[in-house]
């Protein structure tokens, strides 16, 4: 379901744009203003995180978005309700991210079936691999939702091979190795690695981790399917208000 979204979306643009907020931060009531701004320029889908204590993946803009949520009592069960509301809403796929930790505590099977009731159509989880997500990656598919895989510049042929064939929706290809939100170099080495990814997966590709203006969204257009922007908008938002976040997609805007 959502391949076939994210392939009928090409025929209008060549490079999709997906982004990230915090549920919760600044508030609920900014979550939801974010994400009116976001579609109402363009956005074709997007990531819900679920604060957690401990997000790994996530550079300080973000860390600090999740634990500002947290001080302000943003819940699991909050965010659920949130999602659920956006998802009624908006006409976008929109996609949990969160750590394992969070599923795991909820109960896989659980977490899966709530994901799909609420009418989102997938999670991005970064620390749980495949060889340790059987239990999650069969309630996924159970409840007909993408359980999106990552590649890294470090993964090996071999790998990005094992880890296309349980892909769904789309692949998420980290521009560097590293957290979010730090500068990315947009070079010859990172369009070789994009041409791995190609040619390891059929499914779509999304390139996040550093992904900040135009100039990055057209070097991305051609080498990848959807750019993926998180830091950046919430960088946005904190220097001019959420409204300002709504002309900084637009101009991000392509078309086929």
């Keep these: 379901m959502l391949e076939s979204y994210i392939r009928d979306k090409q025929k209008q643009k060549d490079l999709l744009l997906m982004t990230h907020i915090v549920m919760g931060y600044p508030s ?11 579609v109402a320029a363009g956005v ?7 604060p957690f204590s401990e997000p790994m993946a996530d550079g300080p803009v973000i860390l600090k978005a999740n634990q ?14 949130f999602a659920k509301d956006m998802a009624a809403r ?7 991210m969160t750590y394992a930790n969070i599923p795991y ?35 996924m598919k159970k409840n007909q939702l993408s359980p999106i895989q ?24 980290l521009a560097r190795k590293g957290v979010t939100g730090a500068q990315t170099d947009l070079s010859d080495d990172l369009a070789q690695y994009l041409a791995r990814c190609r040619k390891a997966a059929s499914v779509p590709l999304a390139v996040g981790f550093g992904i900040k203006d135009r100039a990055d ?12 922007i998180g830091s950046e908008t919430i960088r946005v938002m904190e220097k ?13 805007s392509r078309s086929a």
Excluded: W
Aim: hydrophobic residues 50%; charged residues 15%.
């Design 28 to 38: 609920f009531d900014d979550s939801h203003a974010m994400v009116k701004h976001m």
């Design 44 to 50: 074709d889908l997007m990531e819900l995180q679920i």
């Design 68 to 81: 500002k949520a947290l001080e302000q009592g943003a819940t699991v069960a909050k965010c659920l309700a």
């Design 90 to 96: 908006y006409p976008i796929p929109f996609l949990f």
């Design 105 to 139: 505590r909820f109960g896989m099977a659980a977490f899966a079936k709530t994901t799909a009731n609420i009418g989102l159509t997938g999670a991005i989880v970064p620390d749980l691999p495949m060889e340790e997500g059987a239990e999650y990656l069969q309630a």
């Design 150 to 173: 990552m590649f890294s510049p470090g993964t090996s042929d071999a790998r990005m091979a094992q880890i296309a064939s349980i892909a769904s929706g789309f692949i998420y290809c």
């Design 217 to 228: 969204m057209d070097f991305l257009a051609g080498r990848a399917d959807i750019a993926v």
């Design 240 to 252: 001019g208000g959420v409204a300002a976040v709504r002309d900084f997609i637009q101009g991000l």
